[in-house]
């Protein structure tokens, strides 16, 4: 069963993509600080990471850097999801090693599943 990490500091965003998530089948965890995120992420290893970037003490971006410097999780996708659309944000998000940049109000939480439902497929078939 694939395991997906929500790392989010909003607990009304957490609870609404929780409840999206358990319909798929798949494993959901939640963290909501980045430091958090990064020590479960390491615990559980999940498939599939799902990364707000704006958050209080351990941002996004650099919760997104130490993943991507550390062998044992540089290869799990990592969506970064947010409200900011600035480009010079995005770009910095992608720079950094994000895999897709969604901003929060652009999509509804079933879309996101059928993204990250994708993702896991398309990582699934890369390692056969």
Known sequence: ???VLLVED???????YKVAFVRTGY?????????IGLEKAKQILPDIIILDLM????????????????????HI???????MSEFPIVSRA????????????????HKLV??????IKSSEAEKT
Not at 27 to 35: N, Y
Not at 55 to 74: C, H, Q, W, Y
Not at 114 to 119: G, K
Request: no cysteine.
């Open 77 to 83: 996708p990592v969506i970064a999801l947010t409200n």
């Open 94 to 109: 992608t720079s950094k090693g994000a895999d897709q940049y969604i901003v929060k109000t652009e999509v509804e939480p």
């Open 10 to 16: 909003d607990r009304s965003i957490l609870e609404l």
């Open 27 to 35: 494993r959901f965890e939640m963290a909501e600080s980045g430091q």
């Open 1 to 3: 069963m694939p395991t």
């Open 55 to 74: 958050m209080p003490g351990m941002n996004g971006i650099e919760v997104l850097e130490k993943l991507k410097a550390d062998s044992s999780l540089k």
């Open 114 to 119: 059928d993204i990250v439902v994708e993702m």
